[in-house]
Structures are given as C-alpha cells and as structure tokens.
C-alpha cells in the first residue's frame, strides 16, 4: 500500500500546508528548514475548527481531547513534512518530536497527550514512523494553545 | 553590502564570545558543539548591563521589554555563531530556534517575545537567516532569566 | 584508558538498555533513532530503585537530589548509547543535551541539576563530552519525574 492510500485508509487528508503564522505577522521564520536530508519543522499549534485550540491540560480539556489536538498537530506537521519532500514516499525516517503541552502544574500525562501524534507516524510509516521523542508540559504556549508539537524528519537523497 | 556591513547598518555591535556559563563554575558543557557542518550552540541567557535580565513575563516585564531581551540573546547567539564559523559569511542558513520565555502560566505571547530574536536574523541574513521556531514559557529558567535561547545553524564547507 | 575501564573507574555500571516507556504501553516511539552519524535519543525520565523518581524541585527534592537524578538519567542514556553506537569507543562527540526539570514557578536552578549530568559525559568522555547545554524547568514532566533529558550524539563512520 503507498503512502497515499495508507492515508486514505487512516481517513487522513492532509490540508493545504497551513502558514507556521497567522495573519498579521510578517514571516519572520519558516515553516521548515532543510538542511542536508534532514528537515526541521517550526512548532505547530493545535487547532480546532480552524482556530487556535486553547486551553490546559489538567484543567480545560480531558486527555482524550488533548490526543486528538496532538493528533490534529501531526496531521499538520505531515502536510507540512509532504511541502517539503516533495512525496511523502520520500520520507526515510520520522527523526524526533518534542511536544509541548499546555498543562497545569499537576499535569503529569504529557507523554499519553503525546500519544495521539506518535500513533499517526507509526499507523502511517510503520517502522520508518518510528521516533524519538520529548514530551513536557509547558508553563503555556503561543495563543494559549493546548498542544505545540515540532518535528525532525530525514527525506530520501534527491 | 557583507554581513559585517549590515551588522554596521543594523547598529549591531556583536560582543566578544561570552562564556555559556557564569565565573565559579567548572566548565563542563561548550558553548557550541559542530557536527559536520551544524553548529549547535547552547541556550544562551539574556543580560542586562552584563548581568542575567532576570523576571517573569505576564508578571515582571513588558512584551516590549521581553521582545529587547530576546534581541540581546540574538545578538549573543551571533557572536557565538561567528566565534564557530570564523567569520558570519560563512554561515549558510540559520536552522531552528528553540526560543524558551520565563512566562506566567497566563502568558500567551511567548512567540512575540520570539519575534525579537527572529528578526534579528532576517534582518542580518534575509532568506538564510529564515529559521525553523519553536516557542514556549517554562516554568523557570537558569538563574531567573527572562529568556533563554538555543540555535542550531548550517555553515558552509570547510 | 579505555571507556569501559573509566567507566569501572567512575563506578558508574550501565543497565540494560531499558525501555523508553513503561509496560503497558504500545510501542509508538523508539528509544533512538540513528540519522547518517547522528544519534537521537528521546527523553529519559529520572529513575530510584526502579521506579519513576517524582516530584518538583524547589518543594519536594533538594538540589542534591536533584542532581543524583539527573547523573541517573545521564547513565541511562549512556546506556541507550551504547546500544546505539555498539560500543561507548565509537562515541565521537556528545553534541546536545536538552535538560528538563520539574521545578516549582520559583525554582531558578535548573542549571545546577543539569550538571549532575553534564558532569558523567565530561568525566566519561573528556573533551568528546562536551557538549552543548540547555537548561529549564518545566510546569511538569510525563508521570511526575522530578528531571528528564534528550540527548544527541555524533558516533563514528561505521
């Protein structure tokens, strides 16, 4: 099965590669940055409805919603990670993810958040979707978002 | 009009390369570490008349004051790239940076206070210095600082 | 002296590679991933006879303890290393560590736990041990561990 139809079968779609800002910041940074065959991608926030999902975990939200604002977030960083490889059949390896949760300072879960953005890499990519990873709460996040995940991928050779 | 003419133009006076780490303690971490061409460069402090710009923003700083302390860590992380590099010219793209802010758990503007660091090095190196950005508060940083910032930056060949 | 005799001589035994999570969780993420020479190593949590070592810094553990949990954590991620390259001789370069605490809104030394760890590498490694640093504290980290780090490593051709 190719990746595309993979994504299909995950009922994936990928949006249009969303901007890293919203409106009314000059571009200041970059959506990714190659580097060699490694592709680094800004933090993404969680989104809901097109809109910055807000609040804290441990307060605002359950952890079922906190996983499925992280897996919101790599749904986005996927669409980001195809813009910059050209083909997501081009990916060789998921490299690492550091997630940031907006949690409270008894919120002691960031890792099963974390959860649901490392399933859609691994249902996705398999072995290949394999990575290493951080998980943390944060005092808080841009826009008071939920979740902010940023990701390093390895692309095959051009 | 060269990278040094530009830090002229910007007003820009990068300082000699500052140790990662105040006198007395043993130094058992580098101010960067290269890897092949990738320079990584530990997070770095801001100051205020040389010493740690200490306090919380939401609580003990201004956005304008936090931005100003994000833009003297930028200009350190320069000096810290340039001491790595030999000379700015061979700095080929700046990275990623993970920008950490000593924030409130109500403050929701750390990626403002990103801003003033990003900027300096669009300004300096335009597309090259268009950087992949990661923002956060954390809880607490080193000795109280306001704002403490890490950068991975590509140099060109040997 | 070789890595093994120095680390017989820094009486530091190295476990098995242990799990990067704990049972009773599927498989999602990897302990590391191996990127050209580049080895990345997802977060470890601090550990005490076994189990996951809890609480904030700045309430609930001194520094010293703090310190003693961020030297266990370093010796895990020798451990996972060591996996890694197949043999600690192979280590070319610590590059990175990203040190995360557990500390109480007040606790301004996270800095000062992060040597319980930089110190391992350096003493281990000598100068291939130093590496890159950043230091900070989190609002809380997964299942309450008082400290967790993320390591890169560069690791000989093979």
């Known amino acids: 099965m190719s990746i595309d139809e993979r994504l299909s079968a995950l009922n994936i779609v990928l949006p249009d590669v ?5 409106a009314g910041y000059t571009p200041i940074f970059a959506p990714y940055v190659r580097t060699g065959n ?8 969680a989104k809901k409805d097109g809109e910055v999902w807000c609040g804290k975990l441990g307060r605002d ?23 910059a490889a050209g083909d997501l059949s081009r ?50 996040l841009p826009f008071g978002a939920c979740v902010e995940i940023e990701m390093l991928a390895e692309i095959e050779e051009a």
Do not use: W, Y
Request: glycine residues 8%; hydrophobic residues 50%; charged residues 15%.
């Open 18 to 22: 969303p901007p890293a800002i919203v």
């Open 38 to 45: 490694v592709v680094s991608i800004s933090g993404r926030l």
């Open 61 to 83: 939200l359950t952890v079922k919603e906190g996983q499925e604002a992280a897996r919101g977030v790599a749904i986005e960083l996927l669409a980001t990670l195809r813009a």
């Open 91 to 140: 990916v060789k390896q998921i490299v690492r993810l550091l997630v940031l949760v907006n949690g409270t300072a008894d919120f002691q879960e960031p890792h099963v958040i974390a959860n649901g953005a490392s399933e859609v890499f691994v249902q996705l990519f398999g072995e290949r979707g394999m990575h290493a990873r951080t998980a943390m709460c944060a005092a808080q």
